[in-house]
């Protein structure tokens, strides 16, 4: 599999109630990057990332599902959770190796409990909405997006995408941003790309100018300039996007429908344009063993290894399989890592990349990425737990790498 640059990475962890959508997008997003050749529906039992016999019969999620997405050469890794209060632990873990949450709203239902619980393990995460199943019955774009707005009153959303038409009549959506319409003829993928419809051009502009106001908060430049000029250039909304979006200062809300397939295209655009790549997330803070000082772990290519372990599984035939995220430095089959929490230097042996049930070989998982490891005898599913207890062990062997795991 080829390997991308850490400025070419994503990761994406999709968040919500039970029944908002979340594994039907995530077939969307396969299915559009041509990951998959065919749109997977969650009563045929056949999406990529609910495959587990229990999943399948129940009809939703159990257990988190790792993926991954090319578009334009980017590699956009996606963890799809399960919704109900009972798998909250797998949304534990997997926030804690999110570099970005996607949190998906019914456009029916709106915030529901599901909501509020996963949205509080994210608090410092950079945030995007999805108002999905906006073809449905009672769905109302416009209502959602206040809800939201009166229920999150901390946080300034910003519609990047809306719709063109409602419920039956949902037909594509409008990128606020490039003032492009996205028209689509069925649940193909395939889509059209056209002028804004007369009948919402006013609304569209006013949502735009919105966007530019919060463009112009991200910092005091770009408000002192828009106090004095009333406008922004391109360059500087496209920067100030990244910044707001970055520090949580702006969370985009895209509207669309899953299972249409409709509003997929602008959010792949939003995600590679504005949001973070790994190398530009915090710090991870940790302790030096040696010495009980606070260390940093830098998100660099090069740097030594730190990983982490957020979800195993056991499967016939394979044994345990560990999904780890790697924050820092390179790791290579068949190499030694250093076990934090034993305290004892591990073999790393085959090293894959998920696809749901489907994994393919490695030679190696480079900074920001999220691969599979199997066959380790001192690793264990223990409780998921901070980031806090890196320890270095430079005084004992300056080159060995570490892998942190909890």
Known sequence: MKRYEIDKKRNVVIIGHGGSGKTSLTEAILFDTKMTDRLGRIEEGNTVMDYDPDEVKRGNSISSGVGHAIYKDYKINIIDTPGFADFIGDVIGASKVADIILSVICGVNGIEVGTEKTWELV??????????????????????????????????????????????????????????????????????????????????????????????????????????????????????????????????????????????????EALINYFPNPSQINEIKGVNSSDDSEVSIVPEEGKPLCGFVFKTVSEPHVGEMFYVRIFSGQLKSAADFYNVNKGKTERAGQLMVAQGKKRIDVEALDTGDIGVMVKLKETENNRIGTCSQYESHSRRSPRRSVLLFR
């Open 123 to 268: 608090k410092d995460k950079p945030k995007a909405v999805f108002i999905n199943k906006l073809d449905k019955e009672m769905s109302d774009f416009k209502k959602r997006y206040q809800e939201i707005k009166n229920h999150y009153k901390d946080h300034s959303f910003a519609i990047f995408t809306f719709p063109i038409g409602n419920e039956a009549d949902f037909k594509g959506v409008v990128d606020i941003v490039s003032q492009k319409a996205y028209i689509y003829a069925d649940n193909s993928g395939k889509v059209e790309v056209t002028d804004v419809p007369g009948d919402i051009k006013a609304e569209v502009e006013k949502i735009r100018n919105e966007l530019v106001e919060f463009v112009a908060e991200t910092n005091d430049a770009l408000t002192e300039k828009y106090l004095e000029e009333g406008v922004l250039t391109e360059e500087e909304i496209q920067t100030g996007l990244k910044e707001g979006i970055r520090k949580g200062m702006i969370i985009p809300v895209f509207a669309g429908s899953a299972v249409k397939n409709i509003g997929i295209h602008p959010f792949f």
